[in-house]
Antibody, heavy 118, light 108 residues
Framework: QVQLVQSGAEVKKPGASVKVSCKAS????????MSWVRQAPGQGLEWMGW????????NYAQKLQGRVTMTTDTSTSTAYMELRSLRSDDTAVYYC???????????WGQGTLVTVSS | EIVLTQSPGTLSLSPGERATLSCRAS???????LAWYQQKPGQAPRLLIY???SRATGIPDRFSGSGSGTDLTLIISRLEPEDFAVYYC?????????FGQGTKVEIK
């Protein structure tokens, strides 16, 4: 069965970076894209971007351009999302989500809480 | 950017009742690229509907989606206790892919 297992919670200081991992299993990793979505406390879902696992192409939300990098390691079927220059409003649960060929997000990781606090 | 506006913000209903959730887009979206997700407290979202009207694997048939252009609807024909949650619409046809702000379906 398809599973996306994310790394554990992180606490970071403002200005630091965080790298969240998402290990996939149960399907051919290179056949699907991977999106990242975040959710601030008590708020809705915000799409951050996605990466084509097949060729490494990325598409980032404009508001995060320059601060976010999405990568994959096909040898371990793991996707990564790095966010730099963290601010307090980056405090959120970060989700990876498999992007189906048609574009919707059919499987989600369990989420990783990133807390940015001095 | 396509803005999705969901209504109502909160829907208070009893088990067994019918729930109708709306999602309006700021510009036309192909129905092929519209989805609905369910999220329960402390859990990741779960895909319910894609392509505006196709149920995802394992989703019961009391959930149905319809609509095209700028108006999308999710109907839960008879609410079960496990259906009380927050529901989000999403468009994935035009970057940036966007979500609505959510509709909370709560027990009356």
């Amino acid at each position: 069965q398809v599973q996306l297992v994310q790394s554990g919670a992180e606490v970071k200081k403002p200005g630091a970076s965080v790298k969240v991992s998402c290990k996939a299993s149960g399907y051919t990793f290179t056949s699907y894209g991977m999106s990242w979505v975040r959710q601030a406390p008590g708020q809705g879902l915000e799409w951050m971007g996605w990466i084509s696992v097949y060729n490494g192409n990325t598409n980032y939300a404009q508001k995060l351009q320059g601060r976010v990098t999405m990568t994959t390691d096909t040898s371990t079927s793991t996707a990564y999302m790095e966010l730099r220059s963290l601010r307090s409003d980056d405090t959120a649960v970060y989700y990876c989500a498999r992007r189906a060929v048609a574009g919707f997000f059919d499987y989600w990781g369990q989420g990783t809480l990133v807390t940015v606090s001095s | 950017e396509i803005v999705l506006t969901q209504s109502p913000g909160t829907l208070s209903l009893s088990p067994g009742e019918r729930a109708t959730l709306s999602c309006r887009a700021s510009q036309s979206v192909s129905s092929s690229y519209l989805a609905w997700y369910q999220q329960k407290p402390g859990q990741a979202p779960r895909l319910l509907i894609y392509g505006a009207s196709s149920r995802a694997t394992g989703i019961p048939d009391r959930f149905s989606g319809s609509g095209s252009g700028t108006d999308l609807t999710l109907i839960i024909s008879r609410l079960e206790p496990e259906d009380f949650a927050v529901y989000y619409c999403q468009q994935y046809g035009s970057s940036p892919w966007t979500f609505g702000q959510g509709t909370k379906v709560e027990i009356k």
